[in-house]
């Protein structure tokens, strides 16, 4: 188990780590686990909390991306499917398999041979790793899978796998497995500026944004993996910088899985544009998503507009025609930018490269920027071996640890047998189920903290299973410093209640104040 350690200034003021990596999403998060796997000396500094940027933002799905197929990326997708049977084993709690529905509809750019063959493909590229082949189905297969789905031009289909990850808790678990290993992290951590030494860029300023005091960190070098904020870090080393990224907005919906009645995934072409997307189960919900629009809004700011919603509802409706769901039915949304590579002019948004890209800029500063979820761990291995380069050390020893390395949770093969101690306590079946799916292996230190102060197995909310004890766990455990971190990215119930969550905020925050007192 990672203790909660929160790295302080002055912590960081008297480190001068092999590595600084700014950026505490996914792929800041990876680096900092691969290069502490490595030996290395490491601080990771996240300007709001850990996740917050895109890698809380996504479709949550570990995934080949059945559509680069469509483009030919044969190299993308073989190594997204070797990924996903990777983290499929190292946090089964948090990345779990996932039926998929794919219908198709008469006059869809997709007709039915393509589906065939592509999924043939797809089992082919995945090799041993696959989580089971596909299955063609005929109009009345898919029916009886999907009974509410739109039967007007539906010609047939197919069923396949790929998994769902819970994208916050990922991040977090790759935070704290990289803390485990000796890396010093803060969340609420942003670098102000950057620090030279004769025009080398040794290291950064940092705010606190929880006290708002400053200080300084040293390192050897420095590694920007802010997402869709790197071309503006770039450019605290080079002003003149050229944009590496373009931005697309994708936003997702959240509705009561009750309104919609979809039994598995589904992955559809829109009616409206014909763009591939899904409609996803998430245990009393489905989101729905995602729209991919080019924009220039900043990220901090970015949100699902209302013609999104409309978008979404429309090819939600067009799919599910007894439905009829309107804003009404929306519990929630979110939305992030895409951090793509910047491609030539005029092409669409859909064809910009998911790959990712390292830019060593004149100051020695090492930008790692693109990529998906599923593949953070290969670009880590990338940007660490780059580094070890940088740095005069060799690439190799530990190197193999990033693929064998549980994340924490993920040390028991079979959470199961933590059912029956939960259910033992009193705890309902649902908080179990929920105890479970959130922190797999580590679910019996909750049940512990129940024992030890019966109040902890009070629900926080009369809609959602989460318990009072998730709120100490987060702080005592997971670096959470504010309400919103719990209640966004914790425990979720920001996105699966309907009033975001705002009925136990209250008791979080008392709960949040009450333990970092007693962490003093
Ligand atoms: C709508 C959408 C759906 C997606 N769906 C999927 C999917 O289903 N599967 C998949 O594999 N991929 C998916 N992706 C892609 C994936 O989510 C992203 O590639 C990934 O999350 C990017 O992670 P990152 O760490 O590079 O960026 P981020 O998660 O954005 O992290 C960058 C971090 O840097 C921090 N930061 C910025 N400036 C500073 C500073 N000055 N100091 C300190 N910290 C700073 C930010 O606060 C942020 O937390 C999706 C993306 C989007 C937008």
Known sequence: MTPSFRASLRDLAAARPDLLIIGGGITGAGIARDAALRGLDVVLVEARDFGEGTSSRSSRLIHGGLRYLEQGRLGLVTEALRERAVLLRLAPHLVRPLPFVLPVFRGDRLSRWKVTLGLSLYDVLAGRGNVRRHQSLGKRGVLRLEPLLRERGLVGGALFHDAQCDDARLTLAVVRAAAARGARVANHMRVVDLLRESNRIAGARLRDELSGEEGEVGARLVVNATGPWSDAVRRLEDPAARPNLRATRGSHLMIPAARISNRNAILFTSPVDGRV??????????????????????????????????????SANALFPGAHLTPDDVVATWAGLRPLLAARPGLPEWAVSREHRILRGPGGMLTIAGGKLTTFRRMAAQLVDRAAGELGSAPGSGRELSESDPLPGGEAVVVEGFRGPGLDLGLPPATVDHLLRLYGGEAPALYTMCRERPGLAARLHPEHPAIEAQVVFAVERELARRPEDILARRIHLATETRDHGARAAGRVAELLAETLAALR
């Open 277 to 314: 997307m899904f409609v996803l189960p998430w245990g009393e919900w489905s989101y729905v998503g995602t729209t991919d629009t080019d924009t220039d809004e900043p990220a901090d700011q970015v949100h699902a507009t209302d013609a999104d919603l409309v978008y979404l509802l429309r």
